[in-house]
């Protein structure tokens, strides 16, 4: 099968991931979005519309609803996947397995997220970290954002120096912001049931020799999360050679606390005075002046989980069709089209 000039590209779930998906795609030259796919018939799928993108009905028995809610239905899900090259399932976890098998009737290129199994879906993704591994694959899934973030930070010192050992403690949020008057929790934490919690062992799918274990808990707070890193490196490491890796490693920022950005909400606060869409944070936020470097090194960084793993996702795609087979120049399209930056001040 020859490599597509422009990747044209459908994206079945239009919530939280799948818009800015839908919305990154149509910002890259070499890809076109063919329209969107779902169920509901609500304001996000609405907008959808409003924005210009077709959009398709993921399930037969939700056609009528769509039309009757107003939503200009071009038809249904496998209509628009005999128009693409490849399909980026953003449907809530577990759908997304079961999606898989019309995927590779068609003979499609998918990805999947971070609530689908690495065992199911056959193969994960981190762009700086194992791009390569993934090239002309049927299928991958882009990791979940605490993983992403882990992957991107832990990587880049494993990557320049090699780690011992690390542990990770993942402060999470209840939900995400759209849906908090729902399920959000108040006024308790949750410490997630299991040592290692999830995260650890799916940093491993993607950093296969990371030796890593983490602990997470969710609190009552939907702006990111937060981790706290204590790492093992290989060798004695100073606080240079440290800040060095980490500047030099794309998706990564450095911040300071003496800047005023000294809590989550500060952070996210400065994405909306930046004037980013949403205000999202595609990059790991590293706080460059608590960063400590004795015989551990001592990390503390926030991950934006609604927007951390869109660039990932774009550049899953040209991995998947081959259509870049170097990992860097790939992210630096993808970073300059969404206006990913290594400060922001």
Same mark, same amino acid.
């Given at each position: ?13 239009? $919530? ?77 976890? $577990? ?251």
């Amino acid at each position: 099968m020859a490599k597509p000039t422009i990747i044209r590209v459908g994206v079945n779930g239009y $919530g939280v991931i799948g818009k800015r998906v839908a919305d990154a795609v149509s910002l890259q030259d070499d890809m076109e979005l063919v329209g969107v796919s779902d169920v509901a018939a609500d304001y996000r799928v609405k907008t959808a519309a409003k924005r210009g993108y077709p959009v398709y009905c993921s399930a037969a028995d939700k056609i009528d609803a769509m039309k009757q809610g107003g939503i200009p239905v071009a038809g249904m899900l496998e209509d628009m996947l005999k128009q693409v090259d490849v399909i980026v399932d953003c449907t809530p976890a $577990g759908i997304g397995a079961k999606n898989k098998v019309l995927y590779d009737k068609l003979g499609l290129k998918s990805i999947f997220q971070g609530g689908e199994k690495h065992d199911v879906i056959g193969a994960s993704f981190v762009a700086q970290c194992n791009y390569e591994e993934n090239l002309n694959k049927q299928s991958t899934r882009v990791v979940s954002c605490n993983t992403t973030g882990i992957c991107r930070t832990l990587g880049a010192i494993h990557k320049n120096f090699g780690i011992k050992k690390a542990r990770v403690v993942l402060f999470r949020r209840a939900i995400d912001p759209w849906e908090s008057h729902k399920t959000g929790i108040i006024n308790t934490v949750i410490p997630e049931a299991k040592v290692p919690s999830h995260q650890g062992p799916d940093a491993q799918t993607v950093i296969h020799d990371l030796n890593i274990v983490t602990i997470a808990a969710k609190g009552p707070y939907n702006l990111s999360h937060l981790h706290f890193a204590m790492v093992e490196p290989s060798r004695q490491l100073t606080q240079e050679e440290v800040l060095g890796a980490l500047q030099k490693e794309p998706r990564l920022a450095l911040i300071r606390a003496s800047d005023g950005l000294d809590a989550l909400n500060a952070v996210i606060e400065l994405m909306r005075d930046l004037g980013r869409m949403r205000a999202d944070m595609w990059e790991v936020a590293v706080w460059e002046d608590i960063l400590a470097v004795k015989d551990e090194i001592y990390l503390v960084y926030q991950v934006h989980n609604e927007s951390i793993v869109v660039p990932e996702n774009i550049d899953a795609i040209r991995a998947l069709t081959g259509t870049e087979t170097d990992w860097r120049i790939s992210v630096e399209k993808t970073d300059k089209s969404l206006g990913i930056v290594k400060r922001f001040l």
